[in-house]
């Protein structure tokens, strides 16, 4: 073969063969961003939820906060979680998740902020996202107004009321508002559970589903419940991961978790 014949070959043979496939596998690495997550001490479900839903690129990294007595207040008051917030801001994430829905219920609305601020100082200025009103931001983006309110099965009914009270205050009407049933105490509920009491109880003339508790595993569920009701279904810590990738510009990364995503 004629050295000219033998090179024009080769470079097809180049051209046309499969780029190499790199040898590393995932590996976690944080290489969009890193996010924290402030959950208590006892609860498993934030930080691997978020795990689930994150998309590639961006990881998850969590923050055990001891309550100091039962309540919605148990948490939120300092020194533990501002001590955890300034921890996180070491691993410089992007942005802090407050996983814990009932400070919102108790505090009140006008509450928010306030204890948004108190954090961001500890964090020197990382943004710190709530969880209901990550909520309230999801439900408008839906266009969402008559709301299906879900709580798990540890809430109180003192709780219960408060979250309905909390959401009324924002401007948004209640078509119902429960505990899943029975009551007990806080443990893993079964995705089949969830899904299958959501899909009994949510009445019709509800637009938007929100099923609060960032302790209450459940957005393994939000499609299925979706294609079953027809209408948005939103979870405590799927709104927390979606305010935050909105705020940093990886929203539309993150999929097949409802369409808040989408």
Known sequence: MKRRDFLTLASVGA?????????????????????GVLTPHFDPV?????????????????????????GGRGF????????????LSGLTPRVILYAWTTSS???????????????????????????????????????????????PPWFSEQTNAKGAEYFRS???????????????????????EVYEWTRTNVPRQADAVFIGGNGLRAVGVIHALEETLGRPVLTANQVLLWEALRGIGLSSKAKDYGRVFS
Do not use: N
């Not at 590996?27 to 996010?35: C, E, K, N, T």
């Not at 939120?76 to 921890?87: G, T």
């Not at 710190?128 to 990550?134: E, G, H, M, N």
């Open 170 to 192: 924002r401007g948004f009407e209640l078509a119902f508002c429960a505990r899943i049933t029975p009551a007990r105490d806080f443990t893993e509920v079964p995705p089949e």
């Open 46 to 70: 934030p930080e691997s939820e978020m795990s689930a839903m994150a998309p590639s690129g961006v990881s998850v990294h969590a923050a055990r906060v001891q309550r100091i007595r039962g």
């Open 15 to 35: 051209i046309g063969a499969p780029a190499q496939s790199s040898p590393w596998r995932p590996d976690g690495v944080g290489s969009l961003a890193r996010i």
């Open 105 to 151: 219920y108790v505090r009140g609305a006008e509450g928010d902020d306030p204890l948004r601020a108190r954090l961001e100082k500890r964090t020197g200025g990382i943004p710190v996202v709530l969880t209901c009103p990550a909520a309230v931001a999801a439900l408008r983006s839906l266009g969402g107004q008559r709301l299906a309110l879900i709580h």
């Open 76 to 87: 939120d008051e300092p020194p533990h979680v501002d001590d955890a917030a300034e921890q």
